[in-house]
């Protein structure tokens, strides 16, 4: 009977085990800096979808608060008070184009015009955005060289009158390229689920792509589902997709959840970790999110933000 009793016990205890273990996870998942903890908000989480009918995915949008966020800056504006336009070329060696087509492709002098690497340009009009590349005019055309209006590929440039991720500060900076990583655009503002991509920053291209049963609308950098644009965009005041309109939607995201803090000070690991637990509800791609998705490891994510924090 004894033997009998025992078993049962140890039987129980095994049933109860993956619970206590799961509790513990989702403590740690929570903790940030000493006791404070958070729930998490109630999900509508994907119902797994029918032979023959295709999934559409889930992202929270965390309601507005009054949590500080990032302040953007207006346009610099010269001692005479008119704005000043320009693009600064960062560390690699690019080029003006024609077309935007690859500069290997075009003759230089005529279709492309070289652009010196750490170089201020001004510009004779606000820049703009087309797929992949950042559209110019210069206030003057380059040495050597009749053209003035152009393509310039976006990566290339590191700061632009237009804004965006270079007013950020360099943590934060760091934080949202490797947020663009987990979601596997990298510095590719033109992407649509699956990888294809769109030319027009109009408006969110609102195009369904399916891969396999799971079909998304995601797009941008960020890889915003419509239905979590379009509130956004409201709320913002954004009357178009760029990548400017793209970091400061993506940046409102990170304030509602609270998670700016973490995110600014996001150098030290206890912060870089709990600014993820406060967003893997909304991009499904950071480790512990809920919807049953492929995730990254901290660990892996970790590696990926201290690389680009040494770039900045």
């Known amino acids: 009977m004894a033997r009998i009793i025992i078993f049962n016990l140890v039987l129980i205890a095994s049933a109860l085990l993956p619970l206590r273990v799961s509790a513990q996870a989702l403590d740690e998942l929570l903790r940030y800096g000493g006791p404070e903890t958070a729930s998490l908000p109630e999900l509508a989480l994907p119902v797994p979808a029918a032979e023959g009918m295709e999934a559409e995915p889930e992202q929270y949008l965390p309601p507005n608060n009054d949590e500080p966020g990032f302040e953007w800056d207006t346009f610099r504006k010269s001692d005479d008070g008119t704005v ?49 590349h950042m559209t110019v005019e210069l206030a003057a055309p ?56 769109f030319s027009s920053y109009n408006d969110h291209p609102r195009i369904k792509k399916c891969a396999g049963k799971l079909c998304s609308t995601a797009a941008g950098r960020y890889q915003f589902l419509t239905k979590t644009w379009d509130p956004l965009a409201s709320a913002l005041g954004l009357d178009d997709f760029t990548p400017p309109n793209q970091e400061k939607a993506t940046m409102e995201i990170i304030r509602r959840a609270g998670a700016y803090n973490r995110v600014l000070r996001s150098d030290v ?15 499904a791609s950071l480790p512990g999110s809920p919807y049953g998705q492929p995730t990254h490891s901290t660990a892996e994510l970790w590696r990926v933000y201290r690389a680009a924090l040494a770039k900045y």
């Open 269 to 283: 690991y206890a912060n870089f970790t709990s600014a993820l637990s406060k967003l893997n509800t909304t991009w």
């Open 84 to 132: 000043e336009h320009f693009i600064y070329v960062g560390a690699e060696a690019s080029f003006l184009k024609a077309g935007p087509g690859q500069a290997e492709d075009l003759a230089a002098g005529t279709g492309k015009c070289g652009l010196t690497p750490n170089t201020r340009y001004a510009a004779a009009a606000l820049p703009g955005f087309e797929g992949e």
């Open 142 to 197: 380059l040495p050597g060289c009749s053209l003035s209006r152009g393509y310039v590929y976006l990566p290339h440039v590191s700061s632009s009158s237009a804004g965006g991720a270079w007013e950020l500060p360099r943590t934060v900076h760091a934080f949202l390229d490797t947020l663009a990583y987990a979601e596997g655009t990298k510095a590719n503002y033109n992407y649509i689920f699956t990888f294809a991509t």
